[in-house]
Nanobody, 121 residues
C-alpha cells in the first residue's frame, strides 16, 4: 500500500522560512506529478505548486517567487521551500501525487494527511 507522509510544518514568524517534505512509501515504480495544496479555515483547498516527472514546475500567483518546489525522484519525495512567509500562508498543507504506479497497482491520485503551517508573531 502506498502512503504519502508529510513533515516539516510548525509555527514561524512572518518573514521566516519553512521547508515541508512529503515522502511516498511503498513499492513505487513511478509517479507522474507531485504537488502541494493548502487549505485555510473556512476556505477551499487551493493549489500551491506542482512538479511533474520532467521537473517542470507551476506555482500559484500568491506564492510565486517565495516558494520553491523540488523533487527527489530516487526517494519519491517532494519538498516545498517556503520563504518570506506571511500570515495569509497559514493553512494545512497537503501533499498530492498523481498516477502512482506500483508493481501491482496504479493509484490515480493520493493525498497526504496534511501538516499545519502557522505564520504568526
Amino acid at each position: 500500500q502506498v502512503q504519502l507522509v508529510e513533515s516539516g510544518g510548525g509555527l514561524v514568524q512572518p518573514g521566516g522560512s519553512l521547508r515541508l517534505s512529503c515522502a511516498a512509501s511503498g513499492s513505487i515504480r513511478s509517479i507522474s506529478t507531485m504537488a502541494w495544496y493548502r487549505q485555510s479555515p473556512g476556505q477551499q483547498r487551493e493549489l500551491v505548486a506542482t512538479i511533474d516527472s520532467f521537473g517542470s514546475t507551476n506555482y500559484a500567483d500568491s506564492v510565486r517567487g517565495r516558494f520553491a518546489i523540488t523533487r527527489d525522484y530516487s526517494k519519491n519525495t517532494v519538498y516545498v521551500q517556503m520563504n518570506s512567509l506571511k500570515p495569509e500562508d497559514t493553512a494545512v498543507y497537503y501533499c498530492n501525487a498523481e498516477n502512482v504506479a506500483t508493481i501491482r497497482e496504479l493509484y490515480l491520485e493520493l493525498w497526504g494527511q496534511g501538516t499545519l503551517v502557522t505564520v504568526s508573531s
